[in-house]
């Protein structure tokens, strides 16, 4: 992976994505290397460069401090297209600066990511208003994880944070539920949603697998290893299904049944 420092033009862009107002992306690219990512496609990067390339926006929480004294008070998602906390963040901190900056005018906050590097900056987050941690689940079965999402961090240690939350009561918790794995029963996915009601999640955001251009051929090549991810994609993603909003209509119902405090929201 090639790590390369740039100056950034702007910090904060409108978004159109569903309770956010604004989007702030510390980083292009991203470490996790999941193998369904279709943002090259939306950003109109090459793949190669997108798995192979790391920019680090260096004077980002700089330009962010600028922004701010103009800026409409907004939800900003952290982030969008890429992941806060992927590994370089650990050295760069650009999203721990950028927090810095956000909190000193109160902005609410939406962070999404995989990986449990969050809990580094709790004690940032926690001094926010409004703020709320999204975690990125989509699949209860690391070994396909590890698969499509290798170097994200390990489904147990994402449930984890849930638990670590639980006595940050300031900071609200969420699910990003996708992109589904189609290889998941329903009785899996039951036990996923079980966790999220135990751990009191404010909302479960339900998504699919965007296939963009080329994404399919690339997603044949490496799971045609493993017969239950290569049959759960042969017959709900590469082929025409209904699989998915079955089962998002089946996850809706079972969380309205169960718990009357969770928001179910489809992502687009």
């Not at 939800?75 to 000193?104: A, F, H, W």
Request: proline share 5%; charged share 20%.
């Amino acid at each position: 992976m090639i790590i390369k420092e740039i100056t950034s033009k702007t910090a904060l862009s409108p978004s159109k994505l569903p309770g956010l107002d604004y989007a702030l992306n510390p980083y292009i690219g991203c470490g996790h290397q999941c193998v369904y990512c279709y943002v090259p496609s939306v950003l109109h990067l090459p793949q190669k460069e997108w798995e192979e390339i790391i920019y680090v926006k260096r004077n980002l929480p700089l330009l962010l401090a600028k922004e701010l004294t103009k800026k409409k008070i907004g939800t900003i998602g952290i982030s969008t297209v890429t992941d806060p906390y992927q590994p370089i963040e650990r050295k760069y901190n650009v999203t721990r600066y950028c927090l810095e900056q956000l909190l000193k005018y109160d902005f609410p906050i939406q962070i999404q990511t995989k990986s449990d590097l969050v809990l580094k900056d709790v004690d940032l987050i926690n001094r926010f208003s409004h703020s709320d941690i999204m975690m990125s689940i989509g699949t209860s079965n690391d070994s396909d994880r590890s698969i499509l999402e290798p170097n994200a961090s390990p489904i147990k240690k994402r449930m984890q944070v849930f638990e670590e939350l639980k006595e940050y009561t300031q900071i609200k918790t969420s699910v990003f539920l996708g992109p589904l794995y189609p290889n998941m029963i329903w009785n899996q996915i039951q036990k996923l949603l079980d966790i999220f009601i135990e751990k009191n999640v404010s909302t479960i955001m339900i998504d699919t697998l965007h296939l963009k251009p080329g994404l399919q051929q690339s997603l044949k090549s490496i799971i045609q290893e493993d017969d239950t991810l290569s049959n759960g994609f042969i017959d709900h993603v590469f082929t025409s299904s209904n699989w998915f909003q079955n089962i998002t209509d089946q996850i809706k119902k079972y969380v309205n049944e169960h718990s009357s405090q969770i928001r179910i929201q489809d992502a687009f």
